[in-house]
């Protein structure tokens, strides 16, 4: 059955009555919701998904090195050595149809985030003329950036549910002509965040095809590629074709290489899309100091001290397989740090987290915060709870015990 526009729940620049509680941080609602409790044990936070691994050994002699460069103005692309290192790991690291131009082909972010926020408004300008009102698309429960960058884009934002049903990925044989007419842009995850599913080649084939067609910009947010436990996931950028036309993907060091303070990411693709993008992020957004691009330089370089990061995640993972079992229907995931349970029959996600945080001293997120209301009522967030496993392994496995003994 065909997903018309109707299907997601749109709003628009203007519309503050119909956002009400999806416009707000669900790290926010949280905090309000377990306000009125004081926990009954010692609290473990899995709430946030900040990686607590080690800090990287080089990052302090790197700064140290450069710490006069903060005495500069950085450049909005970013410095050379940094563009050029982030299309060398990009060539060893993804099947590309063709090496990454450094020069024209990558763009320094201060983190991911703010990237794919300004992506969404400058899609709205860069994308012909669209039939109706302009729409961006993004998966449902997605990260709140999408949301944000696509009501400031002025464009109608469309919900598309990922559920156990369609693997946790958009489905995008639902999609319907009229509604993919009139997008500018379509946001995707893979590890999708915050189920962990990760998209096959043939999904971004499929996607690019469609965005060829349609004439849409893909932003493609990959800052979880790089932990996984089994197989390595893939990138969109290995299906843009020789050009990378309409496809931007999106990376930052935050999970890759614990360095979420740092605030460091890349955007690399469609070179015509970056320069329209350029010209934005260089009179709008906050530019990277030079110094930790510098870092991040030895980042993208080293691969040891990201093996050991994904190393830590498996053994918390191991733990997670012998404590939850088929419980709360987990499976583990393809990719990422975060597990999401089903707690739909243990009173559902809000009840279920006040549970745990009450009782158990366990602070996880309600999944319907993470996700919005389709227009039939449905939240495809609701009924799971989400938990991010970035403590040290001796607290996460505690946690989940508590989970287990709390929920039963």
Excluded at 9 to 15: H, I, P, S, T, V
Excluded at 20 to 27: L, T, V
Excluded at 211 to 240: K, M, N, Q, V
Excluded at 384 to 404: F, K
Aim: proline share 8%; with cysteine.
């Amino acid at each position: 059955m065909a997903m018309t526009a109707s299907s997601g729940l749109a709003q628009g620049a203007g519309d503050v009555a119909s956002a009400g509680q999806a416009e707000r941080s669900p790290f926010l609602r949280t905090t309000e919701l377990l306000a009125p409790y004081q926990p009954a044990k010692p609290l473990i936070t899995l709430s946030l998904g900040e990686p607590q691994h080690p800090v990287p050994d080089f990052v302090g002699p790197v700064l140290a090195k450069h710490t006069a460069e903060f005495g500069r103005y950085p450049i909005a692309k970013g410095i050379e050595p940094f563009r050029r290192a982030v299309a060398t790991w990009l060539g060893s690291r993804f099947q590309l149809p063709r090496p990454v131009d450094p020069e024209s082909e990558v763009m320094v972010l201060n983190g991911s985030r703010e990237g794919l926020f300004f992506a969404a408004i400058s899609a709205s300008r860069y994308v012909a003329p669209r039939k109706g009102r302009p729409a961006i698309l993004m998966p449902n429960p997605f990260y709140p950036a999408y949301g944000a960058g696509a009501r400031a884009a002025g464009c109608e934002q469309i919900y598309l549910p990922t559920t156990l049903g369609n693997g946790f990925l958009p489905d995008l044989d639902s999609i319907d002509e009229a509604t993919l007419a009139r997008t500018v842009a379509f946001f995707i995850a893979s590890p999708a965040n915050p189920q962990g599913s990760v998209a096959s080649r043939a999904y971004f084939t499929r996607l690019k095809e469609l965005a060829d067609r349609f004439g849409f910009i893909i932003l493609s947010d990959e800052c979880y590629s790089e932990i996984y436990t089994r197989e390595a996931p893939g990138s969109i950028l290995e299906c843009a074709g020789p050009d990378f036309s309409n496809v931007v993907a999106f990376q930052s060091l935050s999970k890759r290489s614990n360095l979420p303070g740092m605030r460091v990411g890349f955007a690399a693709g469609d070179r015509k899309f970056l320069a329209a993008f350029h010209e934005l992020r260089n009179v709008a957004a906050p530019q990277v100091p030079v110094p930790l691009q510098h870092v991040a330089v030895a980042a993208y370089s080293d691969e040891a001290h990201v093996e050991e990061n994904r190393r830590l995640y498996r053994i918390k993972f191991d733990f997670a397989d012998q404590i939850l079992g088929n419980r709360y229907g987990y499976k583990r995931p393809a990719g990422g740090f975060c597990v999401w349970l089903d707690v739909s029959e243990r009173g559902g996600d809000e009840a279920a987290a006040v549970r745990l945080y009450r009782d158990a001293g366990v602070r996880v997120i309600p999944g319907s915060y993470l996700a919005r209301q389709q227009n039939d009522g449905s939240n495809p967030g609701a009924g799971y709870i989400r938990l991010a496993l970035v403590s040290d392994s001796e607290s996460t496995a505690e946690a989940m015990h508590r989970l287990v003994e709390t929920l039963g």
